[in-house]
């Protein structure tokens, strides 16, 4: 286990077309995490799975995004109807969750996304 | 209204110098902080995490510290090095209970010249 997966890792779409990003996290991670990163700005928090729990959703998703991580493994971003506005770069990340004790997230590749 | 600002002006430093960058928030209380590093096109890589009763915590040539009062982190490089050029993110954790969620700042972009 080398890391943190995403594929792909660029995706050309056109506007009004769906997407489906894919995560595979550290195998012993229990704890995913996306992000949302644009230009010239630090990541911003989208979501997050405990296990295949989906536990919290930022206001930034709007109801075009939707998440799984049905198995509590890999995770999959799904974004219908895409806006120009959607185009960035999706990060996923994982990290041991163990009580309320911090740690590191490992962040994979992203997956760059541009909406024409 | 809650704010992690960094430098947004890119930080030039000369190679051996020590390189410091500043994180400062308000309206937050977190319980960790944490650097990452995160170079173009590249997902951020976790550097150091340092709790809200600690004062200090080094790695190699890295340092960083946590001022719960002046609500600010300081980040250091020492022996500063051309291969240490890329941007440096802080973030914060809130730590609420039923999650560790971090919240990035926009990062500072260093610059190591020979």
């Known amino acids: 286990d080398t890391g943190v997966s995403q594929d792909p890792r660029h995706k050309i779409t056109k506007r009004g077309q769906n997407v489906t990003f894919r995560c595979d996290p550290i195998?012993?991670?229990?704890?995913l995490y996306w992000y949302r990163q644009t230009l010239g700005q630090g990541p911003e928090f989208l979501t997050y799975f405990q296990n295949e729990a989906q536990l919290e959703k930022s206001r930034l998703l709007s109801d075009r995004f939707s998440a799984e991580r049905p198995k509590g493994s890999f995770s999959t971003l799904e974004i219908q109807r895409t806006e120009q506005g959607d185009s960035a770069m999706y990060l996923c990340?994982?990290?041991?969750?163990?009580?309320?004790?911090?740690?590191?997230?490992?962040f994979g590749s992203g997956t760059r996304l541009t909406v024409v | 209204s809650q704010k992690i600002e960094q430098n947004s002006e890119a930080l030039n430093i000369q190679e051996g110098k020590t390189a410091t960058l500043t994180c400062n928030y308000t309206n937050y209380s977190p319980a960790y902080l944490q650097w990452y590093r995160q170079d173009p096109g590249r997902g951020p890589v976790f550097l150091l995490l340092i709790r809200e009763n600690e004062k200090e915590k080094r790695k190699e040539r890295l340092k960083v510290t946590f001022d719960t009062t002046l609500k600010q982190s300081l980040f250091h490089i020492t022996a500063s090095q051309p291969a240490d050029s890329a941007t440096y993110l802080c973030?914060?954790?809130?730590?609420?209970?039923?999650?560790?969620?971090?919240?990035f700042g926009t990062g500072t972009r260093l610059q190591v010249t020979l």
């Open positions: 990340a994982s990290s041991p969750g163990q009580g309320t004790l911090g740690y590191g997230y490992t």
């Open positions: 195998s012993e991670h229990n704890r």
């Open positions: 973030a914060l954790d809130l730590n609420t209970g039923t999650a560790s969620k971090l919240t």
